[in-house]
């Protein structure tokens, strides 16, 4: 009896690669259980692929003739977490209350002066559009190279195609644009993390 009963040989599971639940859950009216793709099912080498959607917003920005030769990802950066100011150009970390607790303006570290003076009357609303939640990790290669945009606005604002006294590198053309690392030709091996696969035998007769 024990020779028609299928049998498996699981592959150990790395606790960090394991399903765990936190409640009890009646399964007997569930037909289908989905995951999310993106860190769930498949884990991506950030830094590999944050530096090749960056590669791919550079080459469009520069083909639309802004001026960001030399610029190079910077995987240390920017966390997630973090909230881009599109008014004043700044990326700020605010606490649970919506106070900003550190910022930078591009890439520059705001002194505490500084900080107060832009943000003691205004709490991060995330609500508003004035601000960006960087709430996954994709986000991180679209506000490294917003912040470094910013640094290159401020030295060299003639440069920008279109620069006016109001004019904001942190537009909505360069977050849309953003949205191209869902559109690269292909994923390439090496941002991957191979995903374990459950070994199963055939039923012996």
Known sequence: ???MVEQTTPIPIPPER???????LNLRSIGAIG???DYTLVHYRTAAWEERAYSRMREL????????SGLEFDPDLVIR???IDLELGNVVKPNRFGYVVRAAHGTRPLDFDQQRENYRQT???????????LNTLFSLSECCLYSQLVDLFDARRDRFPGATAGFDPASS?????GSSKRKLPRIPGNTLFPIPTQRRLS???
Do not use: H, N
């Open 1 to 3: 009896m024990s020779d």
């Open 18 to 24: 394991q399903i765990y639940c936190s409640r009890t």
């Open 35 to 37: 995951y999310d793709m």
């Open 61 to 68: 920005l520069a083909a639309d003739g802004w001026p960001i």
């Open 81 to 83: 977490g973090l909230v």
């Open 123 to 133: 709490p991060v609303d995330l609500a508003s559009p004035r601000f960006v939640f």
């Open 173 to 177: 053309e360069l977050m849309l644009k």
């Open 203 to 205: 039923s012996t007769s």
